[in-house]
């Protein structure tokens, strides 16, 4: 069996989570490498469609910014965020769109934390902003999100709902009067987290081979369902060869 | 201002269009086409208390807000991804010392707030952040707020949609407009009356460009009047809501500019490591800011090897295989 890190995992378990034909809304760092990935394997069909305005960017090179200029090459169109953000809030194409993106700190029901540790006003710790992953989760048909499997990272509640994921549970998105969609699946660098279809609330439904699921669980501040885990499939030559060679040959991201 | 030439040096555009106190909006995305010679210039002229607009910004306003220029941020998102791990370095230190007002949008809803100054309507509407602290937490006091007469008194407000049929609920987000007293920009290309045309992503730039009161543009090279109506379709700002154009070769260095040259890593890796301490960002800015007299001596300064290492190739619009570590 091959070597491989728990990041090149990370990036190849969202590759096979996107599907031929989806339209891929990209945040900054680890989902370009995954969109990247899943154009290369699973979904060559995909569309990867920038914020700021890069619709469909044919990526030779790994993007470090969603402003990046190599997300401007061979597009289909180079618009700006007025158009980028209208079609992702437009309802016949919300639906299509895949939103995958990172954040410091997420609740059981997928509510992310990208502003700041602490009080809002005068925090501890200020982070970049809600950028416009806050805009796509709230449009887009799913979401799939990045997170180190840290115990301060995993809360009971956030410092800050930067993005919106089933708010309090089953019904939530609709009374604050969010279109439908919302948080599909969490990858860590220890497994995958779903969401129940009933409660909402986090579940694990994977881990990584060699992990337990007790092992999860103690790398998170909450409680979650352990009873569904099962092991993911470990990464081939070929998936390994792709993220090495032709994706991330500098080590930028992966 | 109509079809007169407008092409100024760069002390002279900032001298004329900004003002302490003044509300700025500064174009470009992160590690992409940021104003840099016309903020380094600001920060020359050691203007004050200004109140900044950006929606997801890396460069240009991090170094207004460790000079000292900056009294208040209205943003979405501020860094420059891997080359500031967890956010802008002087950003994240003036909001954990408390040393400015600072007020939180997402990018969908600054790009409307520019785009409704520059439609000359008071608010936009929008779907995303119910729910979300965006809405609930408001970053400028009532204070702040009722002192400052170019701010609204409220950050947002949320209404029923009034064209439902059966009365029924549906809930939207209104997001106050902006019109700020200046907005910078650097473009790949413009000509002599100020028609400007911007090459790759055009991001927010255009609607923040027409909301200002005054505009100013750097550009890479000046064309001829006739050469840049050849091709009409590819400009985006009409020459006459331009104030200046100022002529800046590397005028968005260390971020890239498409078509011209790519983010320069090993400059936005030494402004990491130098602005993280109070000590070494001073030096930072006293030797390439403070301690030179023109953006050509700030280019001297990072040395012509460096530039030519991010030249871009005009097929990719970047420079390929550019060492980014």
């Known amino acids: 069996m091959p070597q491989y890190s728990f990041r090149e995992m990370m990036v190849l378990v969202a590759a096979r989570e996107i599907r031929d034909g989806d339209i891929v809304f990209c945040g900054t760092g680890i989902s370009m490498a995954a969109a990247m990935a899943a154009k290369h394997i699973s979904a060559p069909h995909s569309i990867i469609f920038f914020e700021t305005g890069g619709i469909d960017s044919q990526l030779l090179e790994l993007p470090l ?19 980028a953000f209208g079609i992702l809030q437009n309802p016949f194409t919300a639906p299509r769109v895949v939103g995958i993106f990172g954040a410091a700190q997420i609740d059981r029901y997928g509510n992310l934390n990208t502003t700041c540790i602490g009080n809002y006003w005068r925090p ?15 449009y887009a048909g799913r979401t799939i999100i990045f997170m180190k499997q840290e115990k301060r990272k995993f809360v009971e509640g956030v410092d800050y709902v930067s993005t919106p994921g089933w708010i309090p549970g089953p019904g939530g998105r609709e009374e604050a009067g969010l279109p439908e969609g919302g948080p599909t699946m969490v990858i860590t660098d220890m497994g995958v987290m779903r969401f129940d279809d009933e409660s909402k609330q986090m579940y694990l439904s994977h881990t990584y081979p060699g992990i337990r699921p007790q092992q999860v669980q103690e790398e ?21 060869f792709l993220l090495r060679e032709r994706i991330d040959p500098q080590g930028l991201i992966i | 201002m109509n079809a007169e030439n407008k092409v100024m040096d760069l002390s002279e555009a900032i001298r004329r269009f900004v003002h302490d106190g003044d509300h700025i909006s500064i174009g470009g995305f992160t590690i992409t086409r940021n104003p840099m ?41 501020g860094g420059t991804a891997r080359f500031s791990p967890g956010g802008g370095i002087r950003f994240k230190k003036a909001i954990e010392g408390g040393k400015i007002h600072f007020e939180d949008y997402t990018n969908f809803q600054m790009t409307l707030r520019f785009l409704g100054g520059a439609m000359g309507l008071p608010f936009m509407p929008i779907r995303s952040l119910l729910g979300t602290d965006v809405v609930k937490k408001w970053g400028f006091d009532a204070e702040f707020r009722e002192s400052n007469p170019k701010i609204p008194e409220k950050k ?10 059966d009365g029924r609920d549906e809930k939207i987000v209104l997001v106050p407009a902006i019109n700020p ?14 028609t400007v045309r911007i090459k790759g992503l055009t991001y927010t730039d255009v609607e923040q460009a027409k909301a200002a009161k005054y505009l100013i543009v750097s550009c890479e090279e000046l064309l ?15 020459f006459f809501m331009v104030d200046a154009i100022v002529i800046v070769p590397y005028g968005a260095h260390p971020t890239a500019c498409y078509g011209y040259y790519d983010y320069d890593p090993f400059h936005l890796n030494l402004y990491r490591e130098m602005a993280f301490d109070d000590g070494t960002f001073r030096r930072y800015l006293d030797e390439y800011v403070l301690g030179v ?6 280019l001297e300064k990072v040395g012509k090897d460096r530039l030519s290492q991010i030249k871009a190739d005009p097929k990719v619009g970047y420079r390929p295989r550019l060492d980014r570590r």
């Open chain 1, 65 to 83: 910014s969603v402003g990046d200029p190599r997300v401007m090459f061979g597009t289909s169109i180079n618009a700006g965020l007025a158009e």
């Open chain 1, 124 to 138: 501890k710790v200020r982070f970049p902003g809600c950028g416009g992953a806050c805009d796509a989760a709230s």
């Open chain 1, 220 to 240: 998170m501040d909450i409680e979650i369902d352990l009873s569904r885990a099962v092991e993911e499939k470990p990464p081939t030559v070929e998936e390994l």
């Open chain 2, 37 to 77: 010679a016309l903020t380094y210039e600001i920060i020359r002229q050691g203007k004050k208390h200004l109140h900044i607009y950006v929606h997801s910004h890396g460069q240009a306003f991090d170094l207004l807000i460790g000079a000292g220029c900056a009294d208040a941020i209205e943003l979405s998102y």
């Open chain 2, 156 to 165: 947002m407000f949320a209404v029923n949609n009034p064209f439902t049929r």
């Open chain 2, 181 to 194: 007293d200046v907005t910078l920009i650097h473009a790949q290309q413009a000509d002599s009356q100020g």
């Open chain 2, 224 to 238: 001829e009047t006739g050469a840049i109506r050849e091709n009409p379709d590819q400009n985006q700002i009409p």
């Open chain 2, 293 to 298: 007299k023109s953006h050509d001596g700030y």
